[in-house]
């Protein structure tokens, strides 16, 4: 079997989670959207908190794609949640069992921010997800830049993380990874990884930092997100598409300091039906045989229902499935994650 991609798969690298001016982020939308065009960024998320006022914004930007959502909280400033599709803000007296049920209701999509936060600094408390009781949301931040910086940092690595921020992304925890593997076990959750991008600027003792310049944040963490058909030109559909393909999982996420993902790709073969992509769901009967490629030497993992089942230092490999489940891929270097893929479905 050659291990060669077949299916033509169109590939939208994006940054989620950005904070501007309207809230508290440093960058207005224009220097944000210049910066990510010179970077070759395909879209951009924008999520101010408790506003929708720069909703006009939204649009093509020559070859960037920008969508305009807000970050929800409740009276307590907790369960935050990223809102998009809306056309106004809900009433900001909600609770978060009402605003995920409405987002879903208004044709919105929503995906928990930051759901297992701890952080360790007294001025900069957690805002962690408490409201389970609820299935509504359409995703869920497996990996917060903000929340994986605040939770490791220390007073002895604390000038290496002011000065060279990414270096304290690690990999996502073993606790979100699995809660995330159960929910989609019932159902769809799409695992995204987040910025959270505000650009603080920060003063310790005589020197002033702005903790993640925009221009380093958006170099981190990315959600790629697969179509089988290029985003459209009108801005609408395109909209349309990018949510239909995150609701269907149909997306990884990576962090782009170990290296771009270039010509990656987790797939199902089939003889008769071709390959499929990630998110999409291939019948057992077809005898789907997983196969994945990375551009340079990782730990790929394979996990299946939340658990290892293959793991092998290398470029590729290829696994026959034998029984139903959701089955998921992690690439690591060195022991910091990498890639993360949704889950291919055999069923
Ligand atoms: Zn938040
Ligand atoms: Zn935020």
New binding site residues.
């Given amino acids: 079997m050659s291990n060669n991609k077949t299916v033509a798969i169109y590939e939208y690298s994006g940054a989620i ?1 950005i ?1 501007t001016t309207d809230s508290d982020g440093t960058g207005t939308h224009k220097q944000i959207i210049s910066i990510a065009r010179q970077l070759g960024v395909d879209f951009l998320m924008f ?1 101010d ?1 408790m506003t929708l006022k720069s909703l006009h914004r939204e649009g093509w930007y020559g070859e960037l794609l920008v969508v305009v959502g807000y ?1 929800i909280n409740d009276p307590d400033n907790k369960n ?1 949640y990223l809102a998009f599709g809306l056309k106004e803000t809900l009433p900001d007296s909600l609770y978060a069992k009402d605003y995920v049920q409405l987002v879903r209701k208004m044709g919105g999509f929503g995906i928990i ?2 759901p297992d936060e701890k952080r360790h600094l007294p001025d900069y408390p957690p805002y962690p997800w408490t409201e389970w009781g609820t299935d509504e949301f359409d995703g869920i931040e497996i990996w917060n830049h ?1 929340s994986s910086w605040l939770e490791s940092i220390n007073k002895w690595n604390r000038f290496l993380f002011f000065v060279k921020p990414r270096s304290s992304l690690t990999r996502p925890t073993d606790n979100i990874l699995l809660l995330w593997d159960r929910l989609n076990r019932t159902r769809r959750v799409v695992g995204v990884a987040s910025l ?1 991008a ?1 650009a603080f600027r920060y003063r310790m003792g005589l020197l002033k930092f702005t903790i993640f310049p925009y221009k380093i944040d958006l170099l981190s963490l990315r959600t790629v997100v697969l179509l089988r058909s290029p985003l459209s030109k009108d801005f609408n559909e395109a909209k349309r598409q990018l949510f239909c393909a995150l609701g269907g999982c149909q997306a990884y996420f990576c962090n782009l300091r170990w290296g771009a993902p270039f010509n990656f790709f987790f797939i199902a073969r089939t003889e008769k039906k071709g390959d499929f992509i990630i998110g999409e769901e291939v019948p057992i009967e077809e005898k789907p045989v997983l196969l994945a490629s990375v551009p340079k030497i990782a730990e790929l993992r394979l996990i299946k229902d939340g658990e290892m089942i293959l793991s092998s230092i290398s470029t590729s490999f290829e696994y026959r499935a034998t029984s139903t489940g959701i089955f998921r891929l992690e690439a690591l270097i060195d022991d910091k994650g990498w890639i993360y893929t949704n889950h291919i479905r055999i069923v």
């Fill in positions: 989670h904070h999520s908190h970050e935050h921010a930051h903000i959270d505000h």
